[in-house]
């Protein structure tokens, strides 16, 4: 089974944090767009002979769309791929895209596709061309956070977002942020609270960083705004577990939790190391041996699509390579790291330097073994990132 990434870079605002790859310009959406569906077509040879089990637009927003321009790319895969009976279609979306959306005749210059769908809701329209699971960027349901990060919903629009799709949406899963300047723990366990108060199947929750070149950065060397604060981090992360796991959700993944049946597929698919094509400026393919990343600029995407050029670039991944990652992203997992797969996949040698360099971490109670799979306990899987990085193999290059 492959997947199929499509990155949208366009948003209608630019929220604080964010270094992302998108514009706010959406003048060269549609002729984006077409290159788009080119570049689908371009590269159905890559994933011949595999089955595309999820779909997946992210961005960016890709709720910026209209339904035409979804349908339009969403039905160029099916003419293009072999793709399974009822495979994972996910649109990243924002709030305020959405209820705009359903009141379509206030939007009347940005929403055409939706007036000319003016027969049912937003959410009816995304069901008609194949769409089964949103992803929505909730962020946070306090308004001051909400404007600290310059998002373009309040929470009102929050809470009306979510109650719509619920009508017409089972699998819904939605973004909330913690470790906010200024967000105390009560706060931040009142986010959780609300957020399960809509019986929700799946809830992403990341902490809030500051990258080099974005609006927060800046405004924390101005001293405008607090820098974020690492034991206010780890803190809220295990509030986030213990309240979560306490009502049913299961921790499949670092940064996700989902009700069973309600993970997803197209997130599973990558920590597995599936193979999967990303389509669009920015976006990143792999296929077990190498991965690729297009173009990070619409302007020069564009111009090579147009050329008939894919604007990638490709790095064959050694043995060591794909060790580390496997060991990256198996941690972060559920389904840990098998050492019977280290030892079919890489060797000996591999296993053995797992083996070896786990047991500080054991011993601190940050991993334990199940079996012959090494996975992170609850209290390691705050500080897995580093925990994986002491498991990299450095010296070793076939």
Known sequence: MSGIYIHIPFCKQACHYCDFHFSTNLKKKKELVDCLVREIEFRKEELKGDQIETIYFGGGTPSVLTIDELRFLISTIFENYEVVETPEITLEANPDDLISLQDVSCHTERSRSAIEEASGTIFENYQNIGINRLSIGIQSFFEEDLQLMNRAHDFREAEKCIREAKNHFQNISIDLIYCIPGMDDDRWRA??????????????????????????????????????????????????????????????????????????????????????????????????????????????????????????????????????????????????????????????????????????????????????????????????????SDLFMVNLKK
């Not at 019986?199 to 992403?204: A, Q, R």
């Not at 609850?378 to 994986?388: E, P, R, S, T």
């Open 191 to 388: 986010n959780i609270e609300r957020a399960l108060s809509f019986d929700i199947p799946h809830i992403s929750s990341y902490a809030l960083t500051v990258e080099p070149k974005t609006a927060l950065a800046a405004f924390i060397k101005k001293g405008m705004v607090q820098d974020v604060d690492d034991e206010q981090a780890e803190r809220q992360f295990h509030i986030l577990q213990e309240i979560l796991e306490g009502a049913g959700f299961i921790h499949y993944e670092t940064s996700n939790f989902g009700k069973p049946s309600y993970f997803s597929k197209n997130n599973t698919a990558y920590w597995q190391g599936k193979k999967y094509i990303g389509i669009g400026p920015s976006a990143h393919s792999f296929d077990g041996e190498k991965r690729g990343w297009n173009v990070r600029n619409n302007q020069k995407y564009i111009t090579a699509i147009q050329s008939g050029q894919v604007p990638i670039e490709y790095e064959e991944l050694s043995k060591t390579d794909r060790y580390n990652e496997y060991v990256m992203t198996g941690l972060r997992t559920i389904w840990g790291v098998s050492l019977s797969k280290i030892e079919n996949d890489f060797g000996s040698k591999y296993r053995e330097y797992l083996e070896m360099q786990s047991q500080n971490h054991i011993a601190k109670s940050l991993l334990f073994w199940d079996g012959d799979t090494l996975l992170a306990t609850k209290k390691g899987k705050f500080l897995v990132d580093g925990i994986a």
